[in-house]
């Protein structure tokens, strides 16, 4: 590589750069194009937005983080996102149900959905994507069954209606505490949470060993099929938690919400370093290539980019991410 | 039988060092038509080196290497192909789900127009089949074939290209039974007729002197000798493998070791189909050796001990029946592995802290939550006492020596503080001072009570480390000896090879 050997030159740093800051440096690099194309970019008020509409990704990307340190991959975010969301609405406005117990029951129907894909991976011994690939199918269906296909709550059902979404939900989708958005505190909450069970419980440890090296765990006493169950409930979960956020943001369920995160989620992970075949990985990372993507809907946004032409960008995005990766591993093994 | 033509195949001089080994020095020998010439040689003699030379895969530091009397220089295996060299490894190279004939003409299968000629590669392989009298149909699947059967077709494929001159069979027999070596010999000596020069590799000297024409025996990287195999019995062999003679071969019998405390015993013991009948009783704080080449069960009997794989008969440790079903319960047993293989048990991005306490996370942590700090604590203790060569704990032990990782899964076991340890071959492929040091801890150990289990294919580190030995061939325990002293290298080897 001779377009490198020429250490301490200018060259060299960029690309050193580069190498070692990764997606931070394209976060910057992204924020500081945008901000020149357009002055509306760098206030204050856009960056809130653009935490609130980074929020419920976010949330689904850490428990996809997760999911993929643990050499899996979890295809039906989306459709436990709206199991929990559709379950949580029907309840509260149709059953009347107050805001807990329906957000309750939401989140433990997302969870068990969850540990469904788990069960089927691991004792079923089939592969982690055909698994929840199936459940992406199924979930959709039933969350159409339960809505029947209609927005939550609905005018057309209007003689089922015992009320609106009570406040709480839309508090926690659109709230603000002293004028920061409630759902990027929220989900800013579980970032960290998440930072808290990868690095500080035998759980989290147990993920790294598991994805790093499937034999060597299970020779060192590692439960897998225990650990693989668990990290398939708790991604269940986190997505009937992004569903609870999802409905209080739209103030509306309905059974095709978030379609196409499972995509959003794993493009966050990818450039956020995190190792597609497991073992390595790091929910911060996943934090900065969550807000990149946002930062890139948000700018094509301001500069009036086609929503076609967006979701172009988006997918280009993800492969240009990971052929940078690839060879930045190259590179810094040479 | 051995013509008087010129050699198909000469290796003149060649010699190869690898960084501080002198892997090959000045090593020659030739194949002539027709010929099966075996190349014997204990592990890091030299032998698979030579053959990766010939066959493309490393280059010679020196020396020429003729074809038919012309020099050829081949720097990939690719080229030794074309030049029809084709060296048949112990792995085999298959495809399970496609069948015999489709794996015969893998990536080379004839065409006609733009499709696939079938009906002449099946065809042909009927053909080479029938020739070669293996009684399979072309259209069977790889997959649902013996191991045997396998590496027939794996030699056949070989003998099916036009252009082949040299086979190289490296370690065939390694994984075969006796009635299964006997039909790869017949197919063997079938291929001799073609004309075709081979040369075969093996660590089973009754094997060699049957199936060849003529010997090479290579040591420290030296050729020893080359002689014809009628004047060779196994005894001539073992000298010049070994450098000495082989003295007493008589047995020890077992003592009877009730008096003293036994740790763990097998009666009946079995692993899968090819561990049977071993019965062992491991004394408390002995370090016990389980001597044996590769193939001769160690490995799957411990893996049996572990939990891995499905076994027969009865295990007791310290006195109580135990029938661990998988590494976790042996693990809550107070049994402890370090298998043959690191690969299969360090989790490489992990620091040296995180794969030291992997076994112990619930003695670290409490309600689930990690105690870091204790971790760390306990991972530096081990460093310090086990010499573990790491700027700090945080370091993934992926850029750790080979040495340093073998000791980073030691320090694993211990934190543990089992009452049983497993070391398979726990010295393979580290620094020869590394290397000195751990045995010098395995003793260590044995003396501060803990009971090990060692198992090894090198005869002078058996006799080092063990307080007993026992050696292992074709998945029995074939002989027992109850004190390292009257042992010696050459008798170790003898037994494990079969020869007495």
């Not at chain 1, 225990?226 to 103030?251: D, E, F, P, T």
């Not at chain 1, 493009?267 to 990985?281: E, M, P």
């Not at chain 2, 050829?72 to 112990?90: I, K, M, T, Y």
């Not at chain 2, 543990?416 to 801890?441: A, H, N, Q, S, Y």
Request: aromatic share 8%.
């Amino acid at each position: 590589m001779p377009l490198f050997q020429k250490e301490g030159s200018v060259s060299w740093a960029f690309v050193n750069l580069l190498l070692r800051g990764g997606s931070l440096v394209g976060l910057i690099a992204l924020s500081a194009a945008f901000a020149i194309l357009s002055p509306y970019f760098f206030t204050l008020s856009n960056w809130l937005n653009i935490f609130r509409q980074v929020a419920v990704v976010l949330i689904v990307a850490s428990a996809q983080t997760m999911v993929i340190i643990a050499a899996g991959i979890d295809l039906s975010v989306g459709p436990l996102l709206a199991l929990g969301g559709c379950l949580a609405a029907v309840a509260m406005s149709y059953w009347g149900w107050p805001f807990l117990s329906g957000a309750l029951l939401g989140v433990f129907f997302a969870t068990m959905a969850g540990f469904a894909n788990g069960v089927i991976i691991a004792k079923g011994k089939i592969p982690d994507f055909i698994a929840t690939l199936g459940m992406l199918g199924a979930v959709r269906g039933i969350a159409l069954l339960i809505t029947g296909g209609l927005p939550v709550p609905s005018h057309f059902t209007a003689t089922k209606l015992a009320g609106y979404l009570p406040e709480s939900i839309i508090w926690l989708g659109s709230g603000h505490i002293g004028g920061v958005p409630v759902p990027m505190m929220f989900a800013l909450f579980v970032v960290i949470l998440t930072w808290f069970i990868l690095n500080r419980t035998t759980f989290g440890r147990s993920l790294f060993a598991v994805g790093g090296n499937r034999e060597a765990a299970r020779a060192a006493g590692i439960n897998v099929d225990r650990v693989k169950i668990l990290v398939y409930g708790v991604s269940g979960l986190y997505c009937g938690l992004a569903g609870l956020v999802l409905v209080g943001r739209m103030n509306s369920a309905n059974a095709l919400m978030a379609e196409g995160i499972e995509l959003q989620t794993i493009a966050a992970v990818v450039i956020g370093g995190t190792n597609l075949f497991g073992g390595k990985g790091s929910v911060f990372g996943t934090l900065i290539g969550a807000i990149l993507m946002g930062v890139l809907a948000n700018g094509l946004n301001l500069l009036n980019v086609e929503p076609f032409w967006q979701r172009v960008v988006n997918g280009l995005l993800i492969v240009a991410v990971v052929v940078f990766d690839q060879w930045r591993r190259r590179i810094m093994r040479d | 039988m051995v013509g008087t033509d010129v050699p198909i195949l000469e290796v003149r001089n060649v010699s190869k060092s690898f960084p501080g080994v002198r892997a090959l020095d000045d090593v020659s020998m030739d194949v002539l038509p027709g010929e099966v010439h075996a190349l014997l040689g204990e592990n890091g003699a030299g032998k698979s080196t030579l053959m990766k030379i010939i066959s493309g895969i490393i280059p010679k530091d020196s020396g020429d290497i003729l074809l038919d009397g012309k020099p050829v220089h081949f720097s990939s295996p690719r080229d030794a192909l074309n030049a029809g060299v084709v060296l048949v490894q112990q792995e085999l190279s298959l495809v399970p789900y496609l069948s015999v004939a489709e794996n015969i003409f893998l990536g080379r299968w004839p065409r006609r127009n733009i499709q696939v000629d079938w009906n002449s590669v099946f065809y042909e392989t009927q053909e080479l089949l029938e020739r070669f009298g293996i009684g399979e149909s072309p259209k069977t699947p790889v997959g649902s074939l013996s191991v045997a059967e396998q590496q027939m077709v794996e030699i056949l494929k070989a003998v099916s290209r036009p252009n082949l001159r040299i086979l190289l069979l490296d370690e065939p027999t390694s994984a075969l039974s006796e009635e299964e070596v006997n039909r790869l010999f017949e197919l063997v000596s079938e291929i001799k007729k073609t004309g075709i020069g081979i040369i075969f590799i093996s660590h089973k000297l009754g094997e060699a002197l049957r199936i060849a024409d003529r010997v090479t025996v290579l040591r420290d990287g030296r050729k020893v000798v080359t002689e014809e195999a009628q004047k060779l019995d196994e005894r001539a062999l073992f000298y010049y493998l070994t450098g000495k003679a082989v003295e007493s071969l008589e047995m020890v019998y077992e003592t009877d070791v009730a008096e003293k405390a036994i740790m763990l015993s097998l009666e009946n013991f079995g692993v899968g189909d090819f561990v049977k009948d071993v019965n062992l009783k491991v004394r408390r704080g002995e370090v016990f050796v389980l001597f044996g080449l590769v193939g001769s069960g160690r490995t799957t009997l411990a893996r049996g001990l572990f939990g891995f794989e499905r076994v027969q008969g009865r295990i007791f440790l310290d006195g109580r029946p135990i029938q661990p079903k998988s590494p976790k319960e042996a693990i809550a047993l107070g049994i402890g592995y370090l298998p043959e293989d690191r690969r299969n048990a360090l989790v490489y991005e992990l620091p040296v802290f995180a794969n030291i306490t992997l076994a112990i996370l619930s003695l670290v942590s409490r309600r689930g939550i990690l105690r870091i700090r204790e971790e760390m604590t306990l991972s530096e203790d081990f460093v310090r006492s086990l010499r573990i060569k790491t700027p700090n704990v945080l370091r993934a032990v992926l850029y750790l020596s080979g040495g340093n990782q073998q000791k980073v899964l030691l320090a694993r076991w211990l934190a543990r503080r089992p009452r049983f340890l497993i070391m398979d071959e726990p010295t393979r492929g580290i620094d020869v001072g590394t290397k000195f040091e751990i045995r010098e801890m395995v003793r260590q150990l044995a003396h501060q009570g803990l009971t090990i289990l060692y198992i090894t294919s090198e005869p002078i580190e058996a006799l080092e480390v063990a307080d007993r030995i026992a050696v292992m061939r074709n998945g029995r325990v074939v002989r027992l000896f109850e004190s390292a002293k009257n042992v010696d290298k050459t008798l170790l080897l003898a037994v494990a090879s079969g020869v007495s």
